[in-house]
């Protein structure tokens, strides 16, 4: 799960937004950072973490809850 987004470090480039395959991120263009908008959804992948260029995300490395198999 995504455990926090610095806005202040966040430069807004969308790379988090793009490289989540959950779709957990979102890009305010009018506040100039990208904001969790599902955490819920989060798979704790670390892709966001991983690829952001300020580290301005940060992943906790447990869930909190047991993700459903289909």
Same mark, same amino acid.
């Given at each position: ?8 470090? =966040?430069?807004? #480039?969308?790379? *988090?937004?793009?490289? +989540? /395959?959950?779709? !957990?991120? &979102? ?14 959804? =989060?798979?704790? #992948?670390?892709? *966001?973490?991983?690829? +952001? /260029?300020?580290? !301005?995300? &940060? ?12």
């Amino acid at each position: 799960m995504i455990e926090s987004l610095d806005q202040e470090k =966040c430069i807004a #480039c969308g790379t *988090c937004v793009e490289i +989540c /395959p959950m779709d !957990a991120l &979102r890009l305010d263009e009018e506040a100039g950072y990208s904001v969790i908008r599902y955490p819920g959804d =989060c798979q704790t #992948c670390y892709n *966001c973490e991983l690829e +952001c /260029p300020v580290s !301005a995300i &940060r992943v906790a490395p447990f869930r909190k809850e047991r993700i459903q198999a289909w």
